[in-house]
Structures are given as structure tokens and as C-alpha cells.
């Protein structure tokens, strides 16, 4: 099994774009046991991975409650570099 952060990451190659609740959605079934499984901690992973170039904000909307959506991808050249990676 993957660290956390490399299945966030690996996940992100297989879709055009997901929100961090998109992602938790994804992943909970394989990693409910980890801690950091948690919506605010996949998006605290995505907006580190944002900065750090491994991926970036595609999109984003508002929720029907008014919530700010982040929608991240990983277009081109950020799929080839994590792919090269986290095999």
C-alpha cells in the first residue's frame, strides 16, 4: 500500500480533475485507517502539492450551501512527474 500523499497524488493522474471530498470519496475505502484520512487533510495535501508543482487548481465553483469548491488536476507535464515517481 502507498503513503497517503502518493495515493492523493496517483489519484489525480487517473481524472481530468476531483475536489478534495471528490478524492476522500475515492481513497476511504483503502485508507479509512489511516488518521489523515480526512477531507481537510487530503485538501491541506492538495494545496501543498499545488505549491510545491506536482499539481494545480483547475477549477472551482460554489456549493449549494455557498462553500468554495477546489477542484485540482495534474494536466501534462505534472502526470509525467508524478507518474515517474510513484510507480
Known sequence: ?????????????TVEKASAQ???AALK??????RMCKEKSIFEALMTAEKNGLCEIVD???DAQGNLITY???PGEYSEIINKYIK
Open 60 to 62: 472551482y465553483e460554489l
Open 29 to 34: 475505502d483503502e485508507y479509512s485507517k489511516f
Open 72 to 74: 485540482f488536476g495534474s
Open 22 to 24: 471528490q478524492v476522500f
Open 1 to 13: 500500500m502507498r503513503p497517503l500523499n502518493y495515493a492523493i497524488l496517483k489519484h489525480l493522474t
